[in-house]
């Protein structure tokens, strides 16, 4: 099973050297970190191992400004690699990124003395111990990316740490958090990210989360290399037909239809560093959102966010304001709106307590707090839909059968509507009646589709073709000179209209039932 190893340290401590030394790519692909000679964003590149151990490597930048983009690039590593340079020692980023890698419950990893060529033997030596105390129990290999000097060394701590790391779950659902999306010619838009769980393959069915937009995978990358199919702990490309660039953005998630649910709340056992203020940043994945810290006893919060997350159990989240304040353990990715402190120790003590659906014994099972909160958005949606169609899509997620019959609206194919509610045209009646007055024997061209099938159904027009409108009068006349084996061009002369026209209304004819082709004419159907 494929791993991700995260880089870790402060700036200019040799990262992305280190890793060009190690893998032969340059993870730096923005045009201004070659100018300035620093990481600004997130690198990748693929690394394999003596023992056939396959590593995708993220690189993350160093620099105080991009903490940011170091979490979202850890976010989903199963390693650290934390490099320190051996003349200068651990600084003020190695620490803040020590401390997010253990926020996020990642463990196992290799300390890298960088620069080891550039120092004596004395100040290696206490570089050494210094990092031995920085990361007890962790490996400690000095390098140089100049001379190559413990680079086997490297790979081969490397090798022995990824054999310790628990494997990834690939018969879960699909979760991939996006770091990047971007468009390629003759390719279209491409999303990025670590797969966390389940496999993805050419022709998968997926939503973007938490806008629930549904999209199709044309094809699948591992590190630049078409595969059929992408497992769990692999960094992964997917292109996806039909998705505009500015549809997608880091911080976004690719789900198996069904298996996640936005929310705009967690509920989390908290892992402070220091004082965690009201107001933080909360980190989850790759997204980034503004949170409120409601306090539950001294150990837990619900986490209020001004945008939807879409987290699991046991997920791990991070909190800054300037700097890193602390984190969390997820407990509830989708809770009630609460601040109950039995409810976050039964939660830590792993007893069931449902709010959003979940499936108990074979059956779905939700509480009354989430059935009216559904039913709340759902009505603010109709009150939005258009008066011509007061209706809106069923939730696809997997629960809907069960849920549906408990909302109240009443099912009508593939929407649900108030009960009893009709089509209307409102406010549109002006419109309606100004395109009336313009219909007669000609087609005349109707932009809106919807409004032109309602007025259809009022018999106040009859389509005809493709976005053309006649008068149900005009309808009428040209029937009513319908004879067996007309031709187009009879038919035609009769009207005093073009052969478009002539055409349009045959088709139509024919669509209704009332004529059928017969070589050149139109028979009437005999009734």
Not at 119 to 126: A, N, R
Not at 236 to 244: D, K, Q, T
Not at 266 to 276: H, K, M, Y
Not at 463 to 480: H, K, N, T
């Amino acid at each position: 099973m494929p791993l991700t190893v995260g880089t870790a340290g402060h700036i200019d401590h040799g990262k992305t050297a280190l890793v060009e030394a190690l893998t032969g790519k340059n993870t730096d692909r923005l045009p201004e970190e070659h100018e300035r000679g620093i990481s600004i964003d997130l690198g990748y590149a693929p690394l394999e191992l003596p023992d056939g151990t396959s590593l995708s490597v993220v690189d993350v930048p160093g620099h105080e400004r991009f903490v940011r983009t170091m979490v979202a690039g850890a976010s989903g590593i199963d390693l650290f690699l934390l490099v320190i340079d051996a003349g200068e020692g651990a600084r003020q980023q190695t620490h803040e990124h020590l401390a997010i890698l253990r926020l996020l419950g990642i463990e196992h990893g290799v300390v890298a003395l960088t620069k080891a060529d550039a120092v004596d033997e004395e100040t290696l030596e206490l570089a050494r111990a210094e990092a031995e105390e920085l990361v007890p129990g962790a490996a400690v290999v000095t390098t140089s990316a100049r001379t190559g000097a413990g680079l086997d060394e490297l790979r081969a701590a490397l090798a022995e740490v990824a054999g310790r790391v628990a494997r990834h779950h690939a018969d879960g659902p699909v979760r991939l958090h996006v770091d990047r999306a971007f468009t390629l010619h003759g390719i279209g838009t491409v999303a990025t990210g670590t797969l966390w769980s389940g496999t993805v393959g050419e022709g998968d069915e997926l939503r973007v989360e938490p806008r629930g937009q549904a999209v199709r995978v044309r094809s699948v990358q591992v590190h630049d290399r078409p595969v059929e199919r992408a497992k769990a702990g692999q960094r992964v490309a997917v292109s996806l037909p039909g998705v505009e660039r500015q549809e997608l953005r880091r911080g976004d998630v690719l789900v198996t239809p069904g298996s996640a649910r936005p929310s705009f709340r967690l509920d989390v056992a908290l892992e402070p560093l220091g004082e965690i203020p009201p107001r933080v940043t909360l980190h989850h994945g790759t997204a980034e959102t503004a949170a409120r810290v409601v306090r539950v006893g001294d150990r837990f919060a619900q986490l209020r966010l001004s945008r939807p997350v879409v987290a699991a159990r046991g997920d791990r989240v991070v909190l800054r304001t300037e700097t890193t304040v602390g984190g969390g353990v997820v407990l509830d990715p989708a809770p009630p709106r609460h601040a109950g402190l039995a409810r976050f120790e039964a939660l830590e003590r792993g007893e069931i307590l449902v709010h959003a659906p979940v499936r108990v014994d074979g059956e779905w099972q939700w509480s009354e707090e989430w059935l009216d909160e559904l039913r709340a958005d759902l009505e603010r949606a109709i009150d939005a839909a258009d008066p011509l169609d007061p209706g809106v899509p069923v939730p696809t997620a997997e629960w809907a059968k069960a849920v549906v019959p408990h909302l109240g609206l009443e099912l009508r194919g593939a929407k649900l509507y108030r009960p009893g509610a009709s089509a209307e045209l409102g406010e549109r009646e002006t419109e309606a009646a100004a395109l009336e007055t313009r219909l007669g024997v000609e087609p005349v061209r109707v932009e809106d589709a919807q409004l032109a099938r309602f007025l259809e159904e009022q018999g106040r027009l009859v389509r005809v073709g493709d976005g053309y409108a006649i008068s149900p009068d005009a309808y009428e006349r040209a029937r009513a000179i319908l004879v067996d084996g007309i031709t187009l061009a009879q038919l035609r002369d009769a009207l005093g209209v073009g052969r478009k026209t002539a055409q349009l209304y045959l088709e139509r004819f024919d669509a209704d039932g009332v004529t059928r082709r017969v070589g050149d004419a139109r028979v009437l159907r005999r009734r």
